[in-house]
C-alpha cells in the first residue's frame, strides 16, 4: 500500500520530502508526494 502525501499541506517546502523519506524508511512502506511544488511563484 503506497501512503500517499499532498504536498501542498503546511509551508510546502523541503521539509515534507525529507519527513516523507524518514517515514517511508521508518515503515518500509513505498510513498507518493502530489502537489510538492504547489506554493512555488
Do not use: W
Amino acid at each position: 500500500m503506497v501512503i500517499l502525501i499532498d504536498g501542498s499541506f503546511g509551508e510546502g517546502g523541503g521539509q515534507i520530502l525529507r519527513t516523507s523519506l524518514a517515514l517511508s524508511a521508518l515503515t518500509l512502506k513505498p510513498i507518493k508526494i502530489i502537489n510538492i511544488r504547489a506554493k512555488r511563484s
